[in-house]
């Protein structure tokens, strides 16, 4: 079995996206309340990926879950869409920006950390330090930039926005085998409705019909888009692994910056891209390989025929791989490189 570059791809790709939402924001926000935008770009991407959707199936189609995959769901929801969001503003009334930039580059430790002590995702130290490196290469983008003042109540906060965002990667990891579309443009209805909500009861005005558009174009892409790409990292990866390659995102969105609104090259720029690139570099040739059991396994998801999906079909099938409908798996022992992806959940003695 082949590792799945395409899902390493996609970690990156959804970080690149979102990486370039911040510069853009800063140009779009003026003196909009940090709510009405975080609300109006999530709502840009469950309006946009809903109607995609809808024009692609022409149905609403729900995604058939476990009920304790929609408890996963709603959890990842709440924490990450909802929480987490309120948390951070919160914790921006007292703490600087840079601040901020720098303490956000704890969600990928989180997520590592939940993902390896919680959900038991297999990990070694070649993973470890391959993430370190990554975070570092954050802290060096952002720290010449950090104030030394501050609050440590807002900076609590802020952490704290950051564990909820880990707890929403892990648990939207649970239900990446649905569809991504579904997934990406219902969290991105409830928490933008959610947000946008909150501002107006605080007095945020509404902007003008142009900075709206404008706002929810690029919460199409920057959250939306994004999203989906995430989750199909997370089917391929698990939490860990895609929450490291997300963490490339400052440096993305710095690089962009630079290249496109012309903005100086950071303080350690060329150092954090160095230390980005080598940790990348560390999980790129990782390969995990050993013998392994999978139980009895009945979902849907996008598939081929690979050496877990060896079944028939019910329905007539036109041969176009990969498609997606209901299988079942029988029981497995077989060794092979892999990902804690979708089909690997096994322990490592």
Same mark, same amino acid.
């Given at each position: 079995?082949?590792?799945?570059r ?8 959804a ?6 939402t ?8 003026g003196?909009?309340? %940090?709510l ?5 770009? !999530? ?9 995609? $959707?809808?024009?692609r199936? $022409? ?8 009920? #304790? ?34 303490? +956000?580059?704890l ?8 993902a390896?002590?919680?959900?038991r995702?297999?990990t070694? $130290?070649r ?9 570092? @290469?954050?802290v060096?983008?952002?720290?010449? #930039?950090? =104030?030394?003042?501050?609050?440590? !109540?807002? *900076?609590?906060l802020?952490? @704290? ?11 939207? #990891?649970?239900?990446?085998? *649905? ?11 409830i928490? &933008? ?14 902007? =003008?019909?142009?900075?709206?558009l ?6 199409l892409? @920057? ?5 989906v790409? !995430?989750?199909?990292?997370?089917r391929?990866?698990?939490?860990? $692994? =895609? ?6 995102? %400052? ?14 090259? %950071? ?6 891209? +160095? ?13 995990h ?6 139980? #009895? ?11 877990h999906?060896?079944?028939?079909h ?7 791989? %990969?498609?997606t409908h &209901?299988?079942r ?9 892999? !990902? ?10």
């Amino acid at each position: 079995m082949t590792i799945p570059r395409t899902a390493i791809v996609a970690a990156l790709a959804a970080a690149l996206l979102f990486g370039a939402t911040t510069p853009f924001a800063k140009i779009l926000a003026g003196d909009m309340s %940090p709510l009405l935008l975080a609300g109006l770009l !999530y709502l840009g991407s469950g309006v946009g990926l809903w109607t995609w $959707r809808i024009v692609r199936d $022409r149905r609403l189609e729900v995604p058939q879950l476990a009920a #304790r995959d929609w408890w996963c769901f709603a959890g990842a929801i709440l924490a990450g869409g909802v929480i987490a969001p309120i948390l951070l503003l919160s914790g921006l009334q007292q703490s600087s920006a840079s601040n901020a930039s720098l303490l +956000l580059n704890l969600e990928a430790v989180f997520t590592a950390v939940i993902a390896w002590w919680v959900f038991r995702e297999n990990t070694d $130290r070649r993973l470890v330090l391959g993430m370190l490196l990554i975070v570092a @290469g954050g802290v060096v983008l952002v720290w010449p #930039r950090a =104030a030394s003042g501050g609050s440590a !109540y807002g *900076a609590l906060l802020i952490v @704290g926005a950051c564990v909820c965002w880990a707890i929403d990667n892990n648990l939207t #990891r649970k239900v990446a085998a *649905a569809d991504a579309d579904f997934i990406a443009g219902t969290k991105g209805l409830i928490a &933008g409705a959610t947000n946008l909500a909150l501002a107006i009861a605080l007095g945020a005005v509404i902007p =003008a019909p142009a900075v709206v558009l404008s706002a929810m174009s690029l919460g199409l892409l @920057g959250y939306g888009v994004s999203l989906v790409l !995430y989750v199909l990292a997370l089917r391929g990866l698990g939490a860990a $692994r =895609a929450g490291a390659y997300f963490s490339t995102a %400052p440096f993305l969105g710095a690089t962009l910056a630079v290249l496109v609104l012309h903005e100086s090259t %950071p303080t350690g720029f060329w150092l954090s891209a +160095l230390l980005m690139a080598v940790g990348v570099a560390m999980h790129l040739t990782e390969r995990h390989t050993h013998t392994h059991s999978h139980d #009895r396994l009945a979902h849907a998801h996008p598939h081929t025929h690979d050496a877990h999906h060896q079944h028939e079909h019910d329905e007539p099938w036109d041969g176009v791989e %990969p498609h997606t409908h &209901g299988h079942r798996h029988d029981a497995l022992t077989h060794e092979h490189a892999h !990902y804690p992806d979708v089909h690997h959940h096994h322990s490592h003695g």
